[in-house]
């Protein structure tokens, strides 16, 4: 089992900037990509940022050139550097751990969720 902590969640005004920070640990061995979610009140959770064990990282359409998403390996934990806030851009965010076997199947996990709030 992975265990994953989000922290940094809050309230911040249209144009400012959150970091969000995941604690992975557990069985953290050949996670292959950790990413962000999002879900806001009445939607579907979406994909905000991924970053594979390589360091590729993808970024969904809304947040590209605002979003920055890093890893330090050291510490098992994963960022997610928010620039430019949009009241839009209010979710509760959730950290996402994958693990990919040889044989295709997978393992998600997933956090608590942390609540962004952007007022306008």
């Known amino acids: 089992q992975v265990q994953l902590v989000e922290s940094g969640g809050g309230l911040v005004q249209a144009g400012g900037s959150l970091r969000l920070s995941c604690a992975a640990s557990g069985n953290i061995f050949n996670i292959n990509a950790m990413a962000w979610y999002r879900q806001a009140p009445g939607k579907q959770r979406d994909l905000v940022a991924a970053?594979?064990?390589?360091?590729?990282?993808n970024y969904g359409d809304s947040v590209k050139g605002r979003f920055t998403i890093s890893r330090d390996n050291a510490k098992n934990t994963v960022y997610l550097q928010m620039n430019s806030l949009k009241f839009e851009d209010t979710a509760v965010y959730y950290c996402n751990a994958v693990k990919i076997y040889t044989d295709y199947t997978r393992d998600n996990y997933w956090g608590q969720g942390t609540q962004v709030t952007v007022s306008s």
């Open positions: 970053i594979t064990s390589g360091g590729s990282t």
